[in-house]
């Protein structure tokens, strides 16, 4: 996580942004597995997390190989892949399952280009109920 990341008023979020980290995340080690950058810091990924203008915002960026522009809507349809099929299970889940919980939240997904080479995720999500700021029933 980047130094200044926050995420400290949305408890009931947390779950949601480990899920929707945990695979960006995931897709990020396996880009930089299957093609090692040629970069004298070597293979990298930075994770931010904060709150902006109220909106959620978590951006996991890689200098990977990157996603071609042709691409970028398709990952996050259900089964989409780029990895080989191994040991029959199935592929394409991840970024499926991070567009599916980031769209029922009223948020967005999206997948640029970084600067230097590799790929940036951003997830922007409105606002949670923050913890304590809940009506009684």
């Known amino acids: 996580m980047s130094e200044d990341s926050s995420s400290h008023r949305y408890r009931d979020r947390s779950i949601e942004l480990v899920s929707i980290a945990g695979n960006l995340v ?3 080690v396996d880009a930089l597995l299957a093609h090692r ?3 004298p810091d070597g293979p990298r990924i930075e994770v931010d997390l904060r709150e902006r203008a109220g909106l959620t915002e978590l951006r996991v ?3 990977g190989p990157g996603v071609p522009p042709e691409l970028r809507r398709w990952i996050f349809t259900d089964g989409a892949s780029t990895k080989q099929h191994r040991d029959g299970r199935p592929r394409g889940l991840g970024l499926a399952l991070v567009a599916g ?9 999206m997948v640029d280009g970084r600067e230097g080479g590799g790929a940036v995720f951003t ?3 409105p606002p949670a109920v923050p913890v304590g700021d809940r009506g009684a029933p």
């Open 101 to 109: 919980l980031v769209s029922d939240r009223g948020g967005t997904v």
């Open 61 to 63: 960026s890689d200098n």
């Open 26 to 28: 995931d897709n990020a």
């Open 123 to 125: 997830v922007r999500m």
């Open 37 to 39: 950058p040629a970069s």
